[in-house]
C-alpha cells in the first residue's frame, strides 16, 4: 500500500540532496551557447542516466553492503556524517562554489562540449554520493513492496522536477537571482543538517542497542 509519509519524508530527502535549483545553473553554464534542441537533449539524457544508477543502487545496494560485510547502522552513521558534510558547504556556499568550479574545469578542458549526461551532470551532480547513500538508507528501511515504491515514486518526482529545472535553466537563473538563489541553498542546507544528524542518531542508537541485546 502506497505510504504517504514515507513519500513526502523521502521526497524531502532527495530534493534536498539533489537540489534541482541549485543543479540548474551549472547545466546552464555547461550547455551555454548551444541550441535549444542540444540542451533538452542533454537535460532528458543527464535524468536518465542518474535516473538508472539511482535505480540499480536501490534494488541491489543491499546485496552490495552484504558482500562488503558493511552493517546497515554503520550504512547509517557514514550516510548521516556524508550529509552533513554536504549541508556545511550549502550552508557556507561552498556547495555551489564546488560545482562551479568542476563545471569551469570541465569547459577549460574540453573545447568543444557537447555530452555533458554522464559527466559531471548524471555523476556527480544528481546521482552522487549524497543521493545514493540516502537512497541505501530508505530502502534498506522498508521492507515491503508499498514502502519501496513510495521511495521509488518520490525519487521519480525529484527527478522530474530536476529535468524541468534543466529545462527552464536559463529562465530560473534571470527570476530568482543570484540573492534568491543564495538564500533557498542555506536554508535547504540547514534542513539537511538536521536530517543528517537523525541519520546518525539512528546509527548510533542501533550500535548501542545491539551491544545491550
Same mark, same amino acid.
Given at each position: 500500500?502506497?505510504?504517504?509519509?514515507?513519500?513526502?519524508?523521502?521526497?524531502?530527502?532527495?530534493?534536498? /540532496?539533489?537540489?534541482?535549483?541549485?543543479?540548474?545553473?551549472?547545466?546552464?553554464?555547461?550547455?551555454?551557447?548551444?541550441?535549444?534542441?542540444?540542451?533538452?537533449?542533454?537535460?532528458?539524457?543527464?535524468?536518465?542516466?542518474?535516473?538508472?544508477?539511482? /535505480?540499480?543502487?536501490?534494488?541491489?545496494?543491499?546485496?552490495? +553492503?552484504?558482500?562488503?560485510?558493511? *552493517?546497515?547502522?554503520?550504512?547509517?552513521?557514514?550516510?548521516?556524517?556524508?550529509?552533513?558534510? /554536504?549541508?556545511?558547504?550549502?550552508?557556507?556556499?561552498?556547495?555551489?562554489?564546488?560545482?562551479?568550479?568542476?563545471?569551469? *574545469?570541465?569547459?577549460?578542458?574540453?573545447?568543444?562540449?557537447?555530452?555533458?549526461?554522464?559527466? %559531471?551532470?548524471?555523476? %556527480?551532480?544528481?546521482?552522487?554520493?549524497?543521493?545514493? =547513500?540516502? +537512497? +541505501?538508507?530508505?530502502?534498506?528501511?522498508?521492507?515491503?513492496?508499498?514502502?519501496?515504491?513510495?521511495?521509488?515514486?518520490?525519487?521519480?518526482?525529484?527527478?522530474?522536477?530536476?529535468?524541468? =529545472?534543466?529545462? !527552464?535553466?536559463?529562465?530560473?537563473?534571470?527570476?530568482?537571482?543570484?540573492?534568491?538563489?543564495?538564500?533557498?541553498?542555506?536554508?535547504?542546507?540547514? !534542513? +539537511?543538517? =538536521?536530517?543528517?544528524?537523525?541519520?546518525?542518531?539512528?546509527?548510533?542508537?542501533?550500535?548501542? *542497542?545491539? /551491544?545491550?541485546?
Amino acid at each position: 500500500m502506497f505510504n504517504l509519509e514515507l513519500f513526502l519524508s523521502a521526497f524531502a530527502i532527495l530534493f534536498v /540532496i539533489i537540489d534541482p535549483p541549485g543543479c540548474a545553473p551549472i547545466f546552464a553554464t555547461l550547455t551555454q551557447g548551444t541550441s535549444r534542441k542540444h540542451q533538452m537533449v542533454m537535460a532528458f539524457k543527464s535524468v536518465i542516466v542518474a535516473a538508472a544508477i539511482l /535505480i540499480v543502487f536501490a534494488f541491489f545496494g543491499d546485496n552490495i +553492503l552484504h558482500a562488503l560485510h558493511i *552493517d546497515f547502522d554503520a550504512l547509517r552513521i557514514a550516510g548521516g556524517i556524508m550529509l552533513f558534510i /554536504i549541508a556545511l558547504q550549502m550552508v557556507f556556499e561552498k556547495r555551489t562554489e564546488n560545482r562551479e568550479n568542476r563545471a569551469e *574545469d570541465y569547459l577549460e578542458e574540453i573545447t568543444d562540449p557537447e555530452d555533458i549526461s554522464v559527466f %559531471p551532470m548524471g555523476i %556527480p551532480m544528481i546521482a552522487g554520493p549524497g543521493s545514493i =547513500a540516502s +537512497l +541505501l538508507l530508505l530502502m534498506s528501511e522498508s521492507p515491503t513492496i508499498g514502502d519501496q515504491a513510495s521511495i521509488l515514486a518520490a525519487l521519480g518526482a525529484v527527478l522530474v522536477l530536476t529535468l524541468v =529545472a534543466f529545462l !527552464l535553466a536559463g529562465l530560473l537563473m534571470k527570476l530568482l537571482g543570484k540573492t534568491i538563489m543564495n538564500v533557498l541553498t542555506r536554508v535547504l542546507g540547514f !534542513l +539537511l543538517a =538536521a536530517l543528517a544528524a537523525q541519520f546518525v542518531i539512528d546509527g548510533v542508537t542501533g550500535v548501542i *542497542d545491539g /551491544i545491550l541485546t
